[in-house]
């Protein structure tokens, strides 16, 4: 006795009509865990590269250069303005 083949409802690919329930179901269900989880992971990601330089440390370090740069520049001129009062060269004769 011969088999009548179903009919075909809609126009669904052959490779995934080949695809058995259970198989279909697997990738579905894979589908659901797997987009949310990349979309998810972008987003955090996008979010963590606008939120990290706000708590990094490089504005006080910064903050330190320049308190450096005004520290060697008032020592420079105490230094000058010491010699200019005691009339004495920066190189000392022997």
């Not at 126009?11 to 579905?28: Q, T």
């Not at 894979?30 to 992971?41: K, R, W």
């Amino acid at each position: 006795m011969k088999r009548e083949e179903e009919p075909t409802t809609g126009g669904g690919s052959s490779r995934w009509r080949a695809l058995d329930f259970r198989a279909r179901l697997s990738l579905i269900l894979f589908a659901f865990a797997v987009v949310p989880t990349v979309v998810l992971t972008l987003l955090w990601a996008g979010a963590m590269s606008k939120a990290i330089p706000f708590f990094s440390a490089s504005p006080a370090w910064d903050r330190v250069a320049a308190t450096g740069e005004r520290a060697i520049a008032a020592a420079a001129r105490s230094a000058a303005a010491a010699m200019l009062r005691t009339g004495s060269s920066p190189i000392s004769a022997p």
